[in-house]
């Protein structure tokens, strides 16, 4: 018989549940097309369970992105401290990572047009931008001393949007690893 969950690890475990239920359901339906009550159900849960984990399914969006984020930091800090360094591998990542294009980024266009429709709801996903800017403005410094890091890395955030939406729509004159390039453009010294 396994050991008995603490009150704080059944918690985690369904909201992590309720998470990847949101994930496959958002992929499936987009986030307009999924209901809360069709995420607790997947994940097994009910209605209460959900609530008691998040407020709304935005949230839940938000808390896949975040954990996205997260992931994605992990895994990028691991490929080397400059640019020189990661050139390859980051490269290497970023076409692995357009094999899941489509589910990702239609998750965060999804965020952003709950941003655009509901004000109250832009704070929380300014936060979770705010965030990926942090770590790109961290590589940047690392890189271009000297340089505006913030002001370029919410240029290279914003490129790494669009190119990425170019990329789905044109894969085959858009190269998967397009945002590497344009970033190795911006940092650059001459």
Known sequence: MP?????AQSRALTRERLIASARELFAERGVNGTSVEQI???AGYSRGAFYGNFSDKYDVLRALLLERTRSEEREVRDLGSTFEE???QLRAWNRERA???PEWLSLRLELVLQAIRDPQSRPLVAERDRYARSLIAEGVARNKPGADAEFLALIIHALEDGLLIQYILDPDNVPADIVVQAVGYLLRDD
Not at 3 to 7: A, N, Q
């Open 3 to 7: 050991p008995r969950l603490t009150r």
């Open 86 to 88: 990661a050139g390859e």
């Open 99 to 101: 094999q899941h294009l």
């Open 40 to 42: 607790a159900e997947r």
